[in-house]
């Protein structure tokens, strides 16, 4: 590693523990945004009251992702029952399923402000909003319900006014504090054989008002309206339930997400080192191609086309020669008796060729000689057949 591959190695180690320095001491943010999600933790998650909802319902409660329209179409649940929806808005499909099965029987409690609308002009009963810059107090009309609930952070300041029917019934009011009069935030409607029940304000379900001593009681009270014999349909949110990513799941926890960037950092300069270091890729050389026959082939043409008989022969004979002073060490100086007995006993070959084969050679190193193919023809084979 080279020594500015060591500065920049060195210059990332400091800033990603610097980093990772200033998260670990950074203050948590809260996230005060209205969210009423079932998995959020936050101030206006419904965290807490998700899992405790089971208790409060006798364990009688059923979780439904999908929507009323779906869920009574397979008509699963022929009975009357109880129907919870908080903070929802349907389809029109769903909402005259719902109000169906009210009217055969069942009991319906609505938690929302504006997002039940649907079911207003139905009901008859409209919601008005007031304004007021200071906290709202909730309580019930009935008096042997005592308990309270007082909204400090961010109060709906909605309510209910009602046309009047024999059917309608305020059972909770509002309280704004230096105000004269009061608004209803939870009424009865009763249609058919069974009745709405609706909330205003989702607020008292969060996980900053259930978590503060005393506001469980205004809840269990506000749900002690629904008879607790019957069971209790829950349609939530399909949003809300399928949050299962693993990649969020990491990201909500700081010390999983820390060490998720850490591991990507890591892996991008493993990558950024490892490819400096890494030897390229050698490429593969062909070896030159062995051309001594073609070479060989081509020089045989040539002569062939030439038609130089002689110097064919002359040739032969000078290679003839050679191969003999190299590879059986004879002098070829003097191509006399006593040359042809060393070479027949060198080759095993018969006196008669070797004496043949020196007098073919004579003939092609004379210049005076007049020789034909057929010379050339029988002095190669009787070369080849002494020595090859």
Not at 87 to 105: A, H, P, T
Not at 135 to 145: A, E, N
Not at 231 to 239: A, E, L
Not at 321 to 344: A, G, I, M, P, Y
Request: glycine letters at 4%; one cysteine or more; proline letters at 3%.
């Amino acid at each position: 590693m080279n020594k500015a591959l060591k500065i920049y190695l060195i210059v990332a180690v400091v800033i990603v523990a610097l980093l990772t320095l200033m998260q670990l001491n950074k203050k948590p943010i809260l996230d005060w945004r209205k969210n009423y999600n079932l998995k959020s933790k936050a101030p206006f998650g419904l965290y807490v009251f998700n899992q405790e909802a089971d208790n409060l319902f006798n364990h009688k409660l059923k979780r439904s992702k999908e929507s009323p329209y779906d869920f009574y179409s397979k008509d699963s649940l022929k009975s009357a029952h109880n129907i919870l929806i908080i903070n929802k808005e349907y389809d029109i499909e769903s909402r005259n399923k719902v109000l169906k099965q009210v009217y055969k029987g069942s009991n319906a409690l609505l938690i929302g402000d504006w997002v039940l609308s649907d079911y207003f002009d139905t009901l008859r009963i409209h919601i008005q909003n007031f304004y007021n810059d200071s906290s709202t107090l909730l309580s019930f009309t009935d008096t042997t319900r005592n308990a309270k609930m007082n909204i400090d952070k961010l109060p709906n300041y909605r309510g209910f006014y009602m046309l009047k029917d024999r059917n309608h019934e305020y059972l909770g009011k509002v309280e704004v504090k230096g105000a004269d009069s009061y608004f209803s935030n939870f009424v009865k409607v009763s249609y058919g054989k069974g009745a709405f029940y609706i909330h205003a304000d989702p607020m008292i379900l969060t996980n900053y008002y259930l978590l503060q001593v005393g506001n469980e009681k205004y809840v269990e009270q506000v749900f002690s309206y629904l008879p607790h014999d019957k069971h209790t349909i829950w349609f939530i949110d399909n949003q809300v339930m399928v949050d299962e990513s693993p990649m969020r799941f990491i990201l909500q926890h700081p010390a999983l997400r820390y060490a998720w960037y850490c591991m990507l950092i890591g892996m991008l300069a493993f990558i950024i080192f490892r490819g400096k270091r890494m030897q390229r890729i050698i490429p593969i050389v062909k070896p030159l191609p062995n051309t001594s026959v073609e070479f060989v082939k081509n020089i045989g043409n040539l002569y062939l086309n030439e038609g130089n008989v002689k110097d064919m022969m002359n040739k032969k004979a000078a290679y003839f020669l050679h191969k003999v002073r190299t590879d059986l060490l004879l002098d070829t100086s003097k191509l006399n008796r006593e040359f042809e007995e060393k070479l027949q006993l060198k080759t095993n070959a018969t006196i008669e060729d070797v004496e043949e084969a020196i007098q073919c050679i004579r003939i092609a190193q004379d210049n005076h000689t007049v020789v034909y193919e057929k010379d050339l023809i029988a002095m190669n084979k009787l070369l080849d057949k002494i020595y090859k």
